[in-house]
């Protein structure tokens, strides 16, 4: 790689936690950690980051809501995958 590529790959991700919502029935919420490493300008960057993730199943098996929150960060990080991935546009000189 050179000095200007980037890359911001998930190395793994855990469930940590989840309960049910307070005041809305049926709603599942929790926190799922995220493993990432990024290499940005020629440094490599391994860091943790915890998402807020939420998913509303109802009364279903641990196995089933374990997957909807994992669902549910899967769909932030590509969200911020996008937009740290977004390729700015330079002008022709």
Same mark, same amino acid.
């Given at each position: 790689?050179?000095?200007?590529?980037?890359?911001f790959?998930?190395?793994?991700? /855990?469930?940590?936690?989840?309960?049910?919502?307070?005041?809305?029935?049926?709603r599942?919420?929790?926190?799922?950690?995220?493993?990432?490493? /990024?290499?940005?300008?020629?440094?490599?960057?391994?860091?943790?980051l915890?998402?807020?993730?939420?998913?509303?199943?109802?009364?279903?098996?641990?196995?089933e809501?374990?997957?909807?929150?994992?669902?549910?960060?899967?769909?932030?990080?590509?969200?911020?995958?996008?937009?740290?991935?977004?390729?700015?546009?330079?002008a022709? /000189?």
């Open positions: 790689m050179g000095f200007g590529d980037t890359s790959d998930v190395k793994g991700c /855990e469930v940590r936690y989840y309960g049910p919502h307070k005041l809305i029935a049926g599942i919420t929790g926190v799922v950690r995220v493993h990432i490493e /990024e290499r940005f300008m020629g440094t490599l960057t391994n860091y943790k915890d998402l807020k993730v939420k998913a509303d199943v109802g009364h279903v098996a641990s196995n809501v374990r997957t909807a929150l994992l669902a549910h960060a899967a769909h932030q990080l590509n969200k911020l995958k996008a937009r740290h991935t977004y390729k700015v546009p330079i022709a /000189e």
